[in-house]
């Protein structure tokens, strides 16, 4: 049977249009990321989802990247990140060119839980995944019905501050007094722990808010130390909770208990304290070395690649989420978003944290290795009652070191 050239032509043409050109010729995955080089957010971003991210990409990628059934090969990862100099509105609308202009291929979240707010509309209104990462609200739980697409995964004042309210209790905390961020963070850590504080019979003596562009905190530390309360609590980010913890040495204001919310488990707040001067100092996180096997051998291929500790708070979630993301790719056989984002809401997967789902209540993480971390000898131990702590509570906390000699 003899067929015109029209009609060969044809059917060549449906041949080739049963195998796409963009399957065929794609050659990475793109990830577009807007977050804060600069600006007040970027220390928390350089201790934080930085480094991890860069580890991930860099092991995925010496193994020849991630498997897409779809095109039948692996894909290597390549990062588009832009500086939105922790601006909200920047932050915006370089999400939106990530997406409409760039056409990257998956999301990374911005720094901050104001970005987030901010970032997750966007994110649902194109159909791409967000994985929250550093930041975190209980405000955020709404999200689930109204942005689909977005997954938190940091523990937040939901889960921490009941555990905080325990250990103090058990350690025979009576009196605590207050000071949080005039934000969304320090306004729902607060409220929350006055509630859970309350809860255990603990007396908050006052609670005063402080500007984020706070200086100098002595007036709240030393109306702290006034009070006589057992307990001195701040939530706040690292420019405040780095400087009232020198202000509080200044002053010599040394209560039982001296919680910090963000930035006590990183390793540069040590390392600007030494482990003498951050010696009994509880924080938001948290892990270890001694929590798990994954976790030891997470912290060994940190070490290696970085020359220093890791976070203590968000380091084994955060790439926990990423080994969640590619193990959902690769699941998913595609890099269509709404075929992954299904699977990440319906399977477990094995993580750095063991085995691992989003719960349901609002995609959050179904398990943390620890609530609350204290410095005990160097060491962020985690000092939640039950069988994640590494390390009981040191309370009342060792005075603060003496000043060197002049």
């Known amino acids: 049977m003899k067929y015109s050239k029209f009609v060969v032509f044809v059917i060549l043409f449906a041949m080739f249009a049963a195998f796409p050109l963009a399957a065929q010729s794609k050659d990475k995955i793109v990830i577009g990321m807007s977050t804060s080089l600069t600006g007040p957010l970027a220390i928390i971003r350089a201790a934080g989802f930085q480094p991890i991210y860069e580890m991930w990409v860099d092991e995925v990628n010496k193994a020849g990247g991630v498997y897409v059934k779809e095109y039948g090969k692996k894909l290597p990862i390549e990062l588009k990140i832009y500086d939105d100099k922790s601006d909200v509105g920047t932050m915006t609308r370089l999400t939106e060119k990530l997406i409409s202009e760039d ?55 939901i889960q921490q501050m009941p555990v905080l309210a325990k250990i103090f209790a058990d350690v025979g905390v009576k009196t605590v007094a207050i000071t949080y961020i005039e934000d969304l963070h320090g306004i729902e850590y607060s409220g929350t722990a006055a509630e859970e504080f309350k809860a255990k019979g603990i007396n908050v003596v006052w609670a005063k808010s402080h500007p984020p562009d706070a200086k100098d905190l002595t007036p709240i530390l030393k109306a702290a130390q006034e009070a006589n309360v057992d307990a001195f609590c701040c939530f706040s980010y690292p420019d405040q909770t780095i400087a009232i913890t020198g202000q509080a040495m200044g002053v010599s204001y040394n209560p039982k ?63 926990a989420s990423l080994q969640i993301l590619q193990q959902a790719i690769e699941q998913a056989g595609t890099l269509n978003q709404k075929k992954i984002r299904d699977i990440m809401v319906t399977k477990k997967f094995n993580t750095v944290l063991g085995p691992t789902w989003f719960d349901g209540t609002f995609y959050a993480l179904s398990c943390y290795p620890g609530q609350i971390g204290q410095w005990q000898k160097g060491v962020f131990e985690v000092i939640d009652p039950g069988v994640k702590r590494t390390a009981k509570p040191e309370y009342p906390k060792p005075a603060w070191p003496a000043p060197p000699k002049k």
């Open 103 to 157: 056409k990257v291929d998956f999301l990374f979240s911005a720094c901050g839980t104001a970005m987030l707010f901010a970032q997750a509309p966007i994110a649902n209104k194109y159909g791409y995944i967000l994985i929250g990462e550093e930041g975190g609200s209980r405000s955020l739980q709404k999200f689930k019905a109204e942005f689909p697409y977005f997954f938190s995964v940091l523990n937040t004042d």
């Open 257 to 319: 208990a001296f919680f910090l919310s963000v930035g006590p488990y990183a390793p540069f707040f040590r390392d600007i304290f030494k482990p003498a001067g951050v010696e009994g100092i509880m924080g938001c996180g948290a892990w270890n070395e001694k929590s798990a096997p994954a976790a030891k051998e997470f912290s060994d291929k940190y070490k290696a690649r970085f020359k220093q500790d890791p976070n203590y708070w968000g380091g084994t979630i955060f790439y």
